[in-house]
């Protein structure tokens, strides 16, 4: 079955530091991977996604992620987190078309930024 | 920027009563989906609707709900007699398309609380 696993629930980083949050995904097939991003009272925004081709993505914001096969892996950096950064983030795999298009999601990490 | 808005952002009800929950998805977009997000718990995906039809729902989506776009604007999530389980965060999305590679834009959320 497909899952997504999102290991950290709370960080908690200062700012100017770098930042890494983990992703590891269960999917048959070829993986569409996606990270969205969750500021309060906001939607959920898309900051990246990986469909194919070079592993390593950019995506808005100034973040990145890192596709690895091997490690069933998709994890999300930045190399120097703002104030503004502060949110919940989310990863997700599909969208699975013949399920309707759905995405999974992984529980979201909640990203604190130390002054 | 074009946007997924919902309303209300919080509803209050009480149990075994009738809501409704209101989007208004981005404009072209012609793929609409509700997801839901209990505290502390992941997104989960409750359904998708295409063609003023629903092209799938989980398992969540049982027959206290339904889904209608009632004119050409709106898209709504009607829960008819709302249980304590029914409080959570739903989010609203749409996507142009229905490849694989058509991402999903989310609205800001309805916080639902069944007293």
């Known amino acids: 079955a497909q899952s997504v696993t999102q290991p950290d629930i709370h960080i908690t980083v200062s700012e100017g530091a770098s930042l890494e949050l983990r992703c590891n995904y269960s999917?048959?097939?070829?993986?569409?991977l996606f990270w969205y991003v969750q500021s309060p009272g906001q939607g959920l925004q898309l900051l990246l996604k990986y469909f194919s081709g070079d592993t390593l993505v950019q995506g808005i914001k100034g973040f990145e992620a890192e596709f690895k096969r091997s490690q069933s892996s998709f994890n999300l950096r930045k190399p120097s987190v703002h104030w503004s950064d502060a949110a919940e983030y989310f990863c997700?795999?599909?969208?699975?078309?013949?399920?309707?298009?759905?995405?999974?999601f992984g529980q979201g990490t909640e990203l604190s930024v130390k002054p | 920027e074009p946007e997924v808005t919902q309303t209300p952002s919080h509803q209050v009800t009480q149990m075994g009563q009738e809501v409704i929950l209101r989007c208004v998805p981005i404009s072209n977009h012609l793929y609409f989906y509700w997801y839901r997000q209990i505290l502390g718990q992941k997104v989960e995906f409750l359904v998708s609707?295409?063609?003023?039809?629903?092209?799938?729902k989980s398992e969540i989506f049982d027959d206290q709900f339904s889904v209608e776009r009632p004119d050409g604007s709106n898209f709504t999530l009607k829960i008819r007699s709302t249980k304590l389980e029914d409080s959570a965060m739903y989010f609203c999305?749409?996507?142009?398309?229905?490849?694989?590679?058509?991402?999903?834009?989310f609205g800001p959320g309805t916080r639902l609380t069944v007293l």
């Open positions: 999917y048959g097939a070829t993986p569409y």
């Open positions: 609707f295409y063609n003023n039809e629903i092209s799938e």
């Open positions: 997700a795999v599909g969208p699975i078309y013949n399920q309707g298009g759905k995405l999974i």
């Open positions: 999305a749409s996507s142009e398309g229905g490849s694989n590679t058509d991402t999903q834009y």
